[in-house]
C-alpha cells in the first residue's frame, strides 16, 4: 500500500484516468492476502506433519515425546483457525484506489465511479467482541442503484471509506442546504431537517433547544440542551451520518442568525 501519491500501473487493473482523474493513493489488499494465506499453509502443514509423529508415539506410549508433539499441533490449528478468522482470506484480493475525481475499486464487487456518481455512503463499525479491533465497513449507493461494499480485506479501510464520505458529503450538502433555505423539510435517514429544527419518529427539537449533533459510540447522536430529550439512531442504519451532521451544524448556525 502506497502512503504518497501513487504510480500509474502500480494497481493490478487500469484504471479509466479520463474520467477520474489522477490517482492519489492506493489500498492494496494483495500483499495482505499474500501474507496471510502463506501463514496459513506454514501453520497447517506443521499441525499435520507432526499429527503422524504424535500419534505413533502415543501408541508407543512415549509420552515425553507423543503428547508435546499433539500439543503442539493443536496449537498450530488453533492458531491457523484464528487467523482466518481474524483476517478472512479471499482467494481475490481487491485494490482500491482515490483518485482526484473519483473511486476505483477492482476485484469481486468492485467498480469505477466519479464522485458525482455516488448518491450516499453508509457507515458501520463493528467490534471484534469485548476490547477487540472494530471492522468498519462502508456501503456506497450509485445513482444508478449499484452498491460498492469496502470492507476489512481493504487495508486501511476507514481512512478510504472515511475519505469517500467526505466527497460524498461536499455534494450531498448544498443540495439539501438550498432545499431548506427555500423552506423544505429535509430527510436524511430517520431524521428530518427544515429552518424551524430537527424532527425523528414524531419528536421535534427546534434549534435553539439543539445543543449538538454528533456521531460517536456507533450512534448519531442530536444532543439537546437540558430539559429535553435526544434524538438518537445507529450510525449502521443511516446513510449519509456525515452529511446529516453537517447540514444540522450550517441550518442551526444558519437560524441562529435571524
Known amino acids: 500500500m502506497s502512503r504518497g501519491p501513487a504510480r500509474p500501473g502500480s494497481a493490478a ?85 482515490l483518485h482526484t475525481a473519483g473511486l476505483a475499486v477492482s476485484g469481486p464487487g468492485g467498480g469505477a465511479y466519479t464522485w458525482d456518481e455516488l448518491a450516499s455512503v453508509t457507515v458501520a463499525g463493528v467490534p471484534d467482541g469485548p476490547g477487540g479491533r472494530v471492522r468498519w465497513r462502508f456501503t456506497v449507493v450509485a445513482d444508478d442503484g449499484s452498491v460498492l461494499r469496502l470492507g476489512d480485506d481493504i487495508p486501511d479501510v476507514r481512512t478510504l471509506g472515511v475519505a469517500v464520505a467526505q466527497e460524498v458529503t461536499a455534494r450531498i450538502v448544498p443540495h ?25 419518529d414524531g419528536e421535534r427539537l427546534p434549534w435553539h433547544a439543539v445543543h449538538d449533533v454528533v456521531i460517536g459510540n456507533g450512534m448519531v447522536t442530536v444532543h439537546a440542551r437540558p430539559g429535553r430529550p435526544d434524538l438518537a439512531t445507529l450510525a449502521s442504519r443511516m446513510p449519509d451520518a456525515l452529511a446529516f451532521t453537517v447540514l444540522c451544524h450550517q441550518v442551526r448556525d444558519m437560524a441562529q442568525d435571524f
Open 13 to 97: 487493473v487500469e484504471f479509466p484516468q479520463d474520467r477520474l482523474g489522477e490517482p492519489v493513493r492506493i489500498f492494496d489488499g494483495r500483499a495482505a492476502a499474500r501474507r496471510t494465506w502463506a501463514w496459513l499453509a506454514l501453520l497447517c502443514l506443521a499441525a499435520a506433519a507432526l499429527i503422524p509423529a504424535a500419534v505413533v508415539y502415543l501408541h508407543d506410549r512415549v509420552w515425553w515425546v507423543g503428547v508435546p508433539a499433539l500439543l503442539l499441533s493443536m496449537g498450530y490449528a488453533a492458531a491457523a483457525g484464528w487467523i482466518a478468522g481474524r483476517d478472512r482470506p479471499r482467494l481475490r484480493a481487491r485494490v482500491a484506489v
Open 176 to 200: 439539501r442546504l438550498a432545499a431548506v433555505k427555500a423552506g423544505e423539510s429535509v430527510r436524511i435517514g430517520p431524521f428530518a431537517v427544515d429552518l424551524d429544527g430537527v424532527e425523528k
